[in-house]
C-alpha cells in the first residue's frame, strides 16, 4: 500500500497552515477535514494544498494503480492565534492606589494553553511605545519606574505565549504625590485673653 505524507505534520501552530499531502507516483489521495474517515469518494480526491485555518482533523488515505489502499492516517492541527489571558497590579511605597516615589513595583500573573514565555511593559498605550519595548522572561514580579509629575499613573504590560502570540495590553493605575502635606493651625500661635480651641 502507498504511504502518505501531511507538511507540516499535525501540531499547534500560530496562524492558518496551508497542507500538502504526497504519496507515491500515480496513486490516488482522499481526504476529510471534518474528523471523519474519507471513504474513497470522487469529491474527497486531494489535488491542491489544503487551507487549515482553524482546529482540524485532518484524515487521508492512498490507494494506488493496484487498488492497495493505505490504512487511513490522522494529523490533528490547533491553530491558536489568541495570546495570552493576564493580569497586573502596580504598588508602591504608600499601598496598593498610591506612592510617593516613581519606583513601584508590578505583580504580574498570566496563563496560556501554550505556556506563557515573554512580556514586554510600556507607561504609554501606543504603537510606538511597544514598537520599542524591549521584551524579556516573563516574570510574576517587575521593579518599574512610573514618568514623573504627580497625579495618576498607568502601566501597561503585554504577555506572549510559547507561539508568538501576543495578548492584548492589561493595565493598572496607581496615584503619584511627591508633595508633603501642609498643615495649619487655626488660629495661629499668640496672646489669647481666654482658652482657645
Known amino acids: 500500500a502507498p504511504v502518505t505524507t501531511a507538511s507540516p505534520a499535525g501540531g499547534t501552530y500560530s496562524s492558518a497552515q ?6 507515491e507516483l500515480l496513486a490516488v489521495i482522499y481526504y476529510r477535514t471534518d ?8 469529491g474527497e480526491i ?5 487551507a487549515i485555518t482553524t482546529t482540524t ?56 494553553a501554550n ?23 516573563y516574570a510574576t514580579t517587575k521593579a518599574w519606574t512610573l514618568t514623573t509629575g504627580d497625579g495618576s499613573k498607568t502601566v501597561y504590560v503585554k504577555f506572549k505565549d510559547t507561539l508568538g502570540n501576543w495578548s492584548s495590553a492589561y493595565s493598572a493605575s496607581i496615584t503619584l504625590d511627591t508633595i508633603a502635606p501642609v498643615t495649619t493651625a ?12
Open 186 to 197: 487655626s488660629p495661629a500661635g499668640g496672646t489669647y485673653s481666654s482658652a482657645q480651641s
Open 35 to 42: 474528523g471523519s474517515a474519507p471513504t474513497g469518494l470522487v
Open 57 to 112: 482533523t485532518l484524515k487521508y488515505f492512498a490507494k494506488d494503480l493496484a487498488q492497495n489502499p493505505e490504512t487511513v492516517q490522522s494529523q490533528t492541527y490547533t491553530i491558536d492565534t489568541s495570546g495570552p489571558a493576564g493580569t497586573i497590579a502596580v504598588s508602591g511605597s504608600g499601598g496598593v492606589t498610591i506612592t510617593n516615589t516613581t519606583s513601584v513595583t508590578l505583580t504580574l500573573s498570566a496563563s496560556d
Open 18 to 23: 496551508s497542507v500538502t499531502l504526497s504519496t
Open 46 to 50: 486531494y489535488t491542491t494544498p489544503i
Open 115 to 137: 505556556g506563557v514565555a515573554q512580556m514586554k511593559f510600556s507607561n504609554y498605550n501606543d504603537e510606538s511605545s511597544w514598537s520599542s519595548a524591549v521584551a524579556e522572561t
